[in-house]
């Protein structure tokens, strides 16, 4: 049976096109047969609710790594499951609760692999790709995303002082991947917001491609209001007829699937 790959998306500063591109990469993906499932183990669960989650008195990630750190094994993963008709795919949605989860994971005696033993499940090998949208920080929840991801996606904003995190992202994989040849681990540097006209930007973008040279993917991810606008709608942009950054996703999506 074929594992699925792990994809993390994962950037410690906030506000930089994680969620924005964990759904568009999921729904892509999902567009081309694939089978998606999307973890959101942020607490602000944007990305949930981007799905159309309201709480609805069903588990959520906070039980589920609750569950496992406690040892006690629901044999019902699907209990955890919900699916987007919209965007064709199922997701596991966080909520605040999942703040106080931190503590919970840090009683376990191997507590950087919970997410790890959660998704090497075999319940999980029925999806092609499991993508986890991680909150802005380097805390034992982001690193259980490392620790667990066959692949790292890390989005940077194209705009000022974009970049200053990245080194900091990749020492933290070696270190938990004890590794210092992280390459395998590397699914990209994806540039976010781009600017096309700015001076800014484009300086960035430069800047990003001389230091990490094979990681940067292409196409950078424009800035545009369509984005904003997919937001309040809460629709991707992959699924949206003549998107200009949905079909720039898409690129990223084949991008992708020649790299997995
Ligand atoms: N390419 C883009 N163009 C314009 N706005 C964007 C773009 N990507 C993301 N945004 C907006 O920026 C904000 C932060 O994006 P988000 O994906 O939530 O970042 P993160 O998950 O890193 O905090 C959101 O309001 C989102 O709509
Ligand atoms: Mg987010």
Redesign the pocket.
Known sequence: MKKATVISIA?Q???????????NIGAGLAKVKKKILLVDI?SQN??SRWLGYSADGKPTISEMIYQEVSNVHSNNHTDFIRHSEQENVDFIPSNHMLAGVLGILGADSDSVNVLTRIFNHKFFTVYDYIII?CQ?SLDLLVSNALSCCDKLLI?VQADLLAYEGVNQMLQTLQRIKKRTDIGDFMLGILP???AKNTVISNEILQALKESYTDYVLQPA????????N??ATRTSLVNHKNSY?GEEYMRIVYEIIART
């Open positions: 950037n500063k906030g506000g930089v096109g994680k969620t924005t591109t964990a759904l942020d944007h990305l949208d802005p989005p976010t917001m781009y991810i424009s800035y545009r209001v369509e984005v904003k997919s937001s950054v």
